[in-house]
Every structure is written in structure tokens, then in C-alpha cells.
């Protein structure tokens, strides 16, 4: 299951379940401005950050 981190691994700014945030395969996670500043690349393992797809339940 995919791990929904709750802030920006780079800011730490909040990236709730229901929000905007992207993520590399091993789910680093970023806000959208600083994703935007990195080119979409995963400082931590230089893969490609996507968006998120958003959570509505708790499971």
C-alpha cells in the first residue's frame, strides 16, 4: 500500500492525504513547488515525481 507522507520531505510542508503532492516509485515526497524547482526529479534517488493520486478513505 502506498505510504501517504503528511509533509514535503524537502520544506516540510504539509502534504495531507486529500492534497497535492508528488512522488517518486519508492514514495519520496514532495510539494508541488518544490518538485516544480527540481525539474521532477527525486533528489533522493533521481527518479521521476509524479502527482499523488489523492486518498479519500482511511484504510
Known sequence: MLEMKSACEKCEA???????????SF???FCPPCAE????VCP?????LLARPKRTLDV
Open 27 to 29: 514514495e519520496c515526497t
Open 14 to 24: 504539509p502534504t495531507p492525504k486529500d492534497g497535492a503532492a508528488e512522488i517518486c
Open 37 to 40: 524547482t527540481m525539474g521532477h
Open 44 to 48: 533522493n534517488c533521481g527518479g521521476e
